[in-house]
């Protein structure tokens, strides 16, 4: 199979994952501190690469609102979508092109998600007059988040390397990233 053709199907069954999720989570109010809508996408920078983590990642929170109507909008999905995309996009770029051991690539594309969903949000929440400190910072992205963290820790990169055990996805995409070139797999 082509590729791109598998990495765009992935890409589309991790969306829907993505979507399937946080409505679980949700039923028990557990979204927020399980962090479910960031799994699917850490995975897909990983088994698909960086470009298409990167689309999985912008892509679901918005898919997410309109038909769940969560996360609102603004500021959450327009943030979201920044963080979500970072994750995917720096995932696949540490795990695939850089070929970074699968623990340190999850931990880099945690910390740079973070990071701009950090930024992001003192932005539009300047913007909408409402506080946000390094403390509200905090404590949203490590102190409620942590139960998440943990359980990205433990499943994500066990299961990227387990698929790759298993063949079902290549180690690297160095050409394939460089030169825009899919090629065959």
């Known amino acids: 199979m082509n590729l791109s053709i598998k990495n765009m199907t992935l890409t ?28 699917p996408v850490m995975i897909c920078g990983m088994i698909c690469g960086a470009p298409y983590g990167a689309i999985c ?21 327009i943030a979201m979508s920044l963080e979500l995309c970072t994750y995917g996009l720096v995932s696949g770029y540490l795990f695939r092109i850089r070929e970074y051991n699968p623990y340190f690539s999850l931990v880099g594309a945690m910390m ?16 909408a007059g409402r506080e946000y400190g390094l403390r509200i910072f ?7 988040a942590l139960p998440g963290i943990v359980i990205q820790l433990v499943f994500v990169p066990s299961l990227v390397v387990a698929l790759i055990k298993q063949n079902f996805v290549a180690r690297s995409d160095r050409k394939e990233f460089c030169t825009g070139d899919a090629g065959h797999a």
């Open 12 to 39: 589309g069954l991790l969306i829907a994952l993505g979507l399937v999720l946080p409505t679980f989570f949700h039923m028990f109010g557990t979204g927020a501190v399980m962090l479910p809508m960031h799994i």
């Open 138 to 144: 905090l404590t949203t992205a490590f102190v409620t």
């Open 57 to 77: 990642g912008f892509l679901l929170p918005y898919i997410s609102s309109l038909l769940t109507g969560m996360p609102p909008v603004f500021p959450n999905a």
């Open 112 to 127: 740079s998600g973070r990071a701009v969903s950090g930024i992001i949000y003192a932005v539009l929440m300047g913007f």
